[in-house]
Nanobody, 120 residues
Framework: QVQLVESGGGLVQPGGSLRLSCAAS????????MGWYRQAPGKQRELVAS???????NYADSVKGRFTISRDNAKNTVYLQMNSLKSEDTAVYYC??????????????WGQGTQVTVSS
């Protein structure tokens, strides 16, 4: 059994910052890619940022220069530092990870989502 637990969402004013965390726990052998997606009301879920075990990162154009993804492999945790937040960043943010378990199979897991609201 593997779980991804997110934290750090909330209400912030435009221009403010938030830091999201997502910790993976359970029967984990290794974690390859980890990432953050978001879904705004009435829109499709979209990739925000991703990071592989070696540290290479990928960002959506809309967040480049404002968001930073990082990970602590020892803690099986991925972070998303969000700066200069805009109202259009308002969404439910989901953590995602490709995890190899004791069965030697790789599965994609999702967190439960955390709400980020940017509003004055």
């Amino acid at each position: 059994q593997v779980q991804l637990v997110e934290s750090g969402g909330g209400l912030v004013q435009p221009g403010g910052s938030l830091r999201l965390s997502c910790a993976a726990s359970g029967r984990i052998v290794s974690i390859n890619a980890m990432g953050w997606y978001r879904q705004a009301p009435g829109k499709q879920r979209e990739l925000v940022a991703s990071i592989i075990s070696g540290g290479s990162t990928n960002y959506a154009d809309s967040v480049k220069g404002r968001f930073t993804i990082s990970r602590d492999n020892a803690k099986n945790t991925v972070y998303l530092q969000m700066n200069s937040l805009k109202s259009e960043d308002t969404a439910v943010y989901y953590c995602n990870a490709n995890i190899r378990g004791y069965s030697d199979s790789v599965f994609r897991y999702w967190g439960q989502g955390t709400q980020v609201t940017v509003s004055s």
